[in-house]
């Protein structure tokens, strides 16, 4: 009998398996490895029949739950990132009796220790070419990449000095609110800095922005009040300083994307340490904290500093970047939240219409990039052609 003969069970010549061939009937290859096949061995060794893998419904179920519990996870870290840089915000509230120079000292080693072994991690154990983006300087294109990590430090740095700032004379709720209104600026300013396309409705949620900011600082003509007050003035504008460095910082970020994270995060933490001491040393303000508790807030900023972006990283992993910023909108909700349960202050009438409107134009500007990065055909685009305008 022949190998064909011992494959078919039958002597007789058959369209459905040929040495070598293709079965035309189930559409699979057949490889036979024939006596001439084998060089000068005698005895036939083996016979490789590769055939079709069973297709196995259990498995695609298997791995459409996974990516379910892939995206769910994602959404369960974006929460915990909002959760935890809202509790930074408390946190510096509660530290209110220290300059925010030293606070933002405080803060940024959250953001600086860490990534020291990350970079060296990098550089040394995996030997990523973490610095060849920067070296050597003689380069333009290096000097300009050297350039751009500083500003990305210098307008991250005051961002967060501004809104501690603005924590001393406003509500965490109503400084909180404000600097969230980044989003909708990004897209104004990344249309005149990087030539990004700019339509009619980002124009729409920038004045309702500004709108909603308008009433958070409580003009007389909605207070009733004689005047505006000072104290909302001063923190609105610290507020608005924290929105347009930030605005900057995200802007500048999308020019660095190319550049190695460790890299930029070191040299964000890293700048902004030395900046707010020297500012400190400067004007006679620099002190370590007093008492145990208030180490254990200071620390408790660094590590809380740190979870929330790690978290916030990693929640990009498991979820597309779209709904992950629109559950970062919840850290206004975990701010008043917090600020009615461990600082006894009630939002008014103001602050809650000021967020709603200001979490609105957020909410809009964050779904209309969302849809504007899906596939032409995908139904999301059609359903919401509107916000594409």
């Known amino acids: ?17 040929r040495s070598g061939g293709r079965n035309f009937h189930s559409n699979t290859y057949v490889h036979v490895l024939l006596p001439d096949e084998l060089g000068k061995r005698e005895k036939l060794t083996g016979v490789e029949v590769p055939f079709k893998p069973v297709h196995k419904p259990h498995r695609e179920v298997a791995q459409r739950e996974k990516r379910r519990c892939q995206r769910f996870w994602g959404i369960i870290l974006a929460v915990l990132a909002s959760t935890f840089l809202s509790l930074t915000t408390l946190i510096a509230k509660l530290l ?16 600086l220790l860490p990534s020291l072994p990350v970079l060296v991690f990098s550089t040394c154990v995996r030997n990523e070419p973490v610095f060849d983006t920067i070296r050597p300087l003689t380069q333009p294109d290096k000097l300009k990449t050297s350039l751009f990590l500083f500003l990305r430090a210098f307008f991250g740095c005051t961002a967060v000095i501004m809104q501690f ?19 909708v600026f990004v897209g104004l300013l990344s249309h005149f800095m990087l030539g990004e396309k700019f339509g009619v409705v980002p124009i729409f949620t920038a004045l309702l922005t500004v709108l909603g900011i308008g009433v958070i600082t409580r003009p007389p003509i909605l ?3 004689a005047e505006f007050d000072t104290n909302n003035l001063i923190g609105a504008g610290m507020a608005l300083g924290c929105m347009f460095f930030a605005t900057f910082t995200y802007v500048i970020l999308r020019w660095l994307r190319n550049v190695h994270y460790g890299l930029v995060t070191f040299c964000y933490g890293f700048y902004s340490v030395i900046e707010c001491s020297i500012c400190a040393l400067i004007i006679g303000v620099l002190e370590f ?10 620390c408790t900023l660094a590590a809380l500093a740190f979870a929330g972006q790690s978290f916030f990283t990693q929640a990009l992993k498991y979820e597309e970047a779209g709904p992950v910023s629109l559950i970062r909108t919840s850290e206004v909700i975990f701010t008043f939240l917090w600020q009615m349960i461990f600082l006894n202050q009630l939002p008014d009438i103001f602050s809650i219409v000021g967020a709603l409107t200001i979490i609105f134009g957020v909410v809009v500007t964050t779904v209309r990039k969302w849809i504007m990065e899906l596939p032409e055909e995908h139904d999301l685009r059609v359903k919401f052609w509107f916000l594409l305008k």
């Open 289 to 298: 904290p007093y008492t145990g508790m208030d180490w254990f807030l200071a």
């Open 223 to 225: 207070s009733g009040a």
């Open 165 to 183: 700032y603005a924590l001393q004379y406003i509500e965490i709720g109503d400084a909180t609110v404000i600097s969230f209104t980044t989003p």
């Open 1 to 17: 009998m022949t190998i064909e003969d011992s494959l078919t069970g039958s002597g007789e010549e058959t369209p459905l398996i």
């Open 96 to 111: 209110i009796g220290y300059h925010p120079f030293n606070v933002a000292i405080w803060r940024f080693q959250g953001i």
